[in-house]
């Protein structure tokens, strides 16, 4: 057990002695105020009226059954109406730095989830076009979603589902062939819905280029085979360039060719969930809670959009997927419900969360004080790729990630691309520099450093305190991200300890002081260092060691 579970195992303890459930979890957090000590708990609080005491008194009572040595603290503390204050042994903040520098890359992992299998899909953008930066937020989003669960024990399976069937495709394909016909000669305008950006020009050029004298501009499905084709490639390239990468690529396409779309909704209909209707097929929705039915199979024949979705995450469930997380954008809302209702009507076992969703906002960005829309080469929308061409990955990766996925982002140019300490991932980057540079000036192998047989009481300047409980928090904070599946907490605590780390690096002068305390400052940056590093990993940014 680290420090924390075992103050709350004792408070656990002391509490259950006192008539207190045996499931009771006791929370810690840390004070606003560090004078108030390292941990407070609101435990007597929660506990006053079920155990009929009044706060004060009960925290009182919690305090005298404490086994301190057990909990690894050296005082408790009553507060306000009931607030229990703690502060920790300092031998435990000692095998604390020792046990993070052991662990090393390891420091924060856990195997909470078991190696159970877990699905995560995100991205799936449609292959019409170069990814936009509502795209990129997402793909940064995901993967640092998927790393956190992997962090945390769950075997994590990247999925990216291609939408390659739809009036979409079928827009693709006829400006395409808009765009073979301008470039033979003829005079033809781009259909309505079409797609205007440069690559489509480029595409049509590449058509011809394949075929030579065979171009046919009549042959629309070998332009949308084409254009499909190329367009996912594209679409690689764009992740490639982004760092991310994925395990299984899906087609829509694949539902229907296999039959899965039709086998779907004739499991609905034996179900006994749909009934026809002005010629079209619905779906019971509100038997499951939905404001109004949904139509499934229109009047035409065609399937409205959520139906080949449910076939989908009947393939995940039936591939083992036990558990699904879809990162989308906040504009598929109302897709949730509707999927969700599609595969609880099926009644083939699949729970009433599943698939669980990440959704996000979208990107604004700004450059000079005004908001950037176009793209040369997209036509209409600013790419990932070009953020990434003008401010490098490691920015465009801590911006998208800095902020909740469901609040809107603003995404500076210019701050991304400064050099101060305005930009986030530039401040973190250039405390994990400092870290290693004092490593480098002094000409000591920071693998050497264990921080076994260092005394680290004589670590007593205010900064070095609060910098070793922000090191210490770091695995609790690993596990509510990975929870919550908010990796903006990870980047929020990375720019904190950096602060840290900062001002610690300013007052201790680390190379400069009396051997014992050197030795006892080079474990804590050795500390310092691992964790930066390990926490800009699972972000997907680097972690340099000379800015």
Known sequence: MDGT????????????????PSDIEPQLERPRDPSFGDWASNLAMTLAKPLGRKPRELAQAIVERLDYARAGISSAEIAGPGFINFRV?????????????????????????????????????????????????QAALGDAICALLAATGWRVTREF??????????????SVQARVRQLGGQTVDLPEGGYHGEYIRDLAQRYIDEHSSDANAEDVDALRRFAVRELRKEQDRDLQAFGVHFDVYFLESSLYTDG????????????????????????????????KDRVMRKSDGTYTYFVPDVAYHVTKWERGFKRAINVQGADHHSTVTRVRVGLQALDIGIPEGYPEYVLHQMVTVMRSGE???????????????????????DAVRYFFLMRKGDSQLVFDVDVARSQSDENPVYYIQMAHARLSGIFRVGEIDPESITGVDVDLSVLELSEEQELMKALLDYPTLIAGAAQSLEPHRVATYLHDTAGKIHLWYHKAHVLNEPDEILRARLVLARASQLVLRNGLELLGITAPERM
């Open 371 to 393: 908001e950037v829309k176009i793209s040369k080469r997209a036509g209409s929308y600013v790419t990932v790729r070009d953020l990434i061409d003008e401010v490098g990955r």
């Open 161 to 174: 589902y291609y939408n390659d069937g739809g009036v979409q495709i079928l827009n693709l394909a006829l």
């Open 89 to 137: 042994a300092g031998d435990v903040f000692a095998e604390g730095l020792r046990a993070l520098i052991a662990a090393a890359d390891q420091y924060g992992r856990s195997n909470v989830g078991q190696a159970c299998p877990v699905n995560v899909e995100f991205v799936s953008a449609n292959p019409t076009g170069p990814l936009h930066v509502g795209h990129g937020r």
């Open 5 to 20: 579970e075992l103050l709350r195992a004792e408070l656990a303890r002391a509490a259950q002695s006192l008539g207190a």
């Open 260 to 291: 899965r779309v039709d086998q779907t909704v004739d499991r609905l209909i034996s179900a006994g969930h749909t009934y026809e209707k002005d010629g079209a097929l619905w779906l019971k929705t509100t038997d499951f809670g939905d404001d």
